[in-house]
């Protein structure tokens, strides 16, 4: 039995079209669609891993263990799966075709190991400690991993591609100036940052905008590095929960695609935060990625692998949950289109430097980055993510907000 034709043949059949990617079997037959991405499997256990876990997860596993492979374009490969998954409905006769192959192909069998890299988290979602433990998942990888991957800035979110900007080193910079203005920062002025990552953001504005910037996070990895780069300038890094904050208002906040870390059941204890360590009049930058109504979790793969727990909403959930709070909504700045170009900037870095990666991380994390990239540049692409900067003001007792009657014009570099 040549095992690609009589995959290909089921498939096709379940579809009533032609498959829209190529598939190479352990066995080294070959069918399918000849042009553009290939799927390579490279063991029965790539089909097992699908046959325990149908979906996203499933082939997530089979491919981070390399059981599974794409020769050609991951993402399109990945956007030719994506469109074959919504094509295919199983029905219970199909369900018994699908295992009658299963068995003539020898794919029947015990559960395949995991992947040691999946996330593996104890006690009640969003309490402290297990909010701790899935960033510490992500975030705690390897400081010296997300420098080989990121700019020098260290920003982990998406850049802000100007017409200026030829490099992801300068969308960047183009994004925390943006962030920057949007706050109106001057000198003296006191910044937070809710969620600081790296420091780019407080390092950047305390050097080019003269604040005194604090930030926090719950990654020990990530205070130890911003403490290192950030000496000499006025910034101070905490290891806290924004739960934990406790100061006197600042004039500024801002929090860069934190809170989809926070998950709905909190966010309104969030967003209540963020309003209570702002001065009346002052302003509030959030930058924080959207998924559509139907599925507003992270998805299979990302919170497995990647960030678990995560929740991402519709954008008018997002405004609404800051309105109830108390804010005045005064901007939403769609961003998606440059997350695709970022992403793209990303794993074109993990691609040059891919030996390096290993070295850091391991094999399989490794591709779970590669994975990650692929995919999300291709669900921002295709509209099934999007990514938004909101300004919002804490209003005085009568009502004024500060903002200018005219939109301010913001320029994409200040020194």
Same mark, same amino acid.
């Given at each position: 039995m ?27 037959? %070959? ?29 997530? %596993? ?108 300068? $969308? ?26 790296w ?6 504005? $305390?050097?080019?905008y ?6 926090i ?36 906040v ?12 909190? /966010?309104?204890?969030?967003a ?32 497995? /692998? ?44 993990l ?57 301010e ?7």
């Amino acid at each position: 039995m040549r095992v690609a034709p009589e995959l290909v043949g089921l498939v096709e059949r379940l579809l009533g079209a032609k498959i829209p990617v190529g598939v190479l079997a352990w066995d080294g037959s %070959r069918a399918g669609s000849p042009d553009g991405p290939c799927v390579v499997l490279n063991s029965r256990r790539a089909l097992r891993h699908v046959l325990w876990h149908p979906g996203e997860l499933g082939l997530a %596993r089979a491919y981070v263990t390399g059981d599974l492979d794409v020769d050609g374009d991951l993402a399109e490969g990945l956007s030719r799966f994506w469109r074959l998954g919504r094509s295919i409905k199983p029905s219970p006769r199909d369900w018994a075709e699908i295992v009658k192959l299963a068995v003539r192909l020898g794919v029947i069998g015990p559960r395949p190991k995991p992947p040691v890299a999946e996330a593996r988290l104890g006690g009640r979602l969003h309490t402290r400690s297990r909010d701790r433990a899935a960033i510490a998942h992500h975030y705690d990888l390897s400081n010296d991993f997300y420098q080989l991957l990121l700019d020098e800035s260290m920003a982990y979110s998406s850049g802000y591609w100007t017409s200026g900007a030829a490099s992801l080193a300068e $969308a960047q910079a183009a994004k925390l100036d943006l962030i920057c203005q949007k706050l109106d920062l001057r000198p003296g002025m006191r910044l937070l940052d809710v969620g600081c990552g790296w420091g780019s953001l407080v390092v950047h504005a $305390a050097k080019h905008y003269g604040v005194h910037a604090t930030g926090i996070t719950l990654s020990a990895q990530q205070r130890e590095h911003v403490l290192k780069r950030a000496e000499g300038l006025t910034v101070d890094v905490r290891l806290q929960d924004y739960r934990e904050l406790a100061d006197e208002p600042f004039d500024a906040v801002a929090s860069i695609e934190m809170g989809e870390h926070v998950g709905e059941e909190n /966010y309104p204890t969030y967003a209540a935060t963020l309003y209570r360590m702002l001065k009346p009049s002052g302003r509030l930058v959030l930058q924080q990625m959207s998924r559509g109504a139907v599925a507003p979790g992270g998805g299979a793969f990302i919170e497995t /692998y990647i960030a678990p727990d995560m929740t991402m909403r519709p954008i008018g959930s997002t405004l609404n949950h800051l309105a109830a709070a108390g804010f005045e909504i005064r901007d939403v700045h769609a961003m998606r289109e440059h997350y695709v170009t970022t992403c793209h900037a990303w794993a074109e870095t993990l691609e040059k430097r891919w030996d390096e990666a290993v070295k850091l991380v391991g094999q399989e994390q490794a591709r779970i980055w590669r994975l990650y990239m692929a995919g999300g540049a291709l669900a921002f692409a295709e509209n099934r993510m999007g990514v938004d900067q909101v300004v919002a003001v804490r209003t005085t007792v009568d009502g004024r907000s500060g903002m200018p009657s005219v939109r301010e014009q913001l320029t994409s570099v200040v020194d």
